[in-house]
């Protein structure tokens, strides 16, 4: 089983990138993107259910980045858009075998698979 993140990149505040994560091996119940600065423990970004898409966010990024799914490729994107410098971090996604309640989905310790992390910089 393999995760791997594509995608990351420099741009400019106020700019989109798109992050890819493509599966292989099996599907999961759930997936999601994390990310990690050197003054942060990793935090959530946002997850989504493999079974229905339903989807969950990071007060942070809400409205500005979509989660989504292509089931047939096994693969999770991650649109950002309206990037701000402090969204600059290592984005990891994530994923987890088995359904778990939403409550839960935020949190790092509950995923079984991770990928290696793509950089995304933001910044003039």
């Known amino acids: 089983v393999q995760l791997q993140a594509s995608g990351g990149g420099l741009v400019q505040p106020g700019g989109s990138l798109k992050l890819s994560c493509a599966a292989s091996?099996?599907?999961?119940?759930?997936y999601a993107w994390f990310r990690r600065t050197p003054e942060k423990e990793r935090e959530f970004v946002a997850a989504?259910?493999?079974?229905?898409?339903?989807?969950m966010y990071a007060d942070s990024v809400k409205g500005r980045f979509t989660i989504s799914k292509d089931m047939a490729k096994n693969t999770v994107y991650l649109q950002m858009n309206s990037l701000k410098p402090e969204d600059t971090a290592v984005y990891y996604c994530?994923?987890?075998?088995?359904?778990?309640?939403?409550?839960?989905?935020?949190?790092?310790?509950?995923?079984?698979?991770w990928g290696p992390g793509t950089q995304v910089t933001v910044s003039s």
């Open positions: 989504i259910t493999w079974s229905g898409g339903a989807t």
């Open positions: 091996g099996r599907t999961f119940a759930h």
């Open positions: 994530a994923a987890r075998v088995n359904r778990l309640v939403r409550t839960y989905l935020a949190n790092d310790a509950y995923y079984d698979y």
